[in-house]
């Protein structure tokens, strides 16, 4: 009963910018947390950052600390990924999840529902 829609992906050279959108539909009141995770070819899917609905609480990976944000539009309940500084290590598959309940942030076994993916490429 949760659909998310994401947008935003694309190529960008090393130091550039992005921003990711996610789009969230169907029984919203039922989401607990919102995050992003990344997937590089041959690797296990990797948390990046996380919050919960209210934005009470907003988590990130280490390696991301500093150089992305994550914020959201209440009105339009889209959530972003502000993504600065980019490294060619960013490179992966991005992908927007939810939760509805109360489960480690951190791991994608917590959440439910998930978006299509979408590609980011950095470039040197």
């Known amino acids: 009963q949760v659909q998310l829609v994401e947008s935003g992906g694309g190529l960008v050279q090393a130091g550039g910018s992005l921003r990711l959108s996610c789009a969230a539909s169907g029984f919203i009141s039922r989401i607990h947390t919102m995050a992003w995770f990344r997937q590089a070819p041959g690797k296990e899917r990797e948390f990046v950052s996380a919050s919960t609905w209210s934005n009470s609480d907003t988590y990130y990976a280490d390696s991301v600390k500093g150089r992305f944000t994550m914020s959201r539009d209440n009105a339009k309940t889209t959530v972003y990924l502000q993504m600065n500084s980019l490294k060619p290590e960013d490179t992966a598959v991005y992908y927007c999840?939810?939760?509805?309940?109360?489960?480690?942030?951190?791991?994608?076994?917590?959440?439910?529902?998930w978006g299509q993916g979408t590609q980011v490429t950095v470039s040197s």
């Open positions: 999840a939810a939760q509805t309940y109360s489960g480690r942030t951190t791991s994608p076994d917590s959440y439910a529902y």
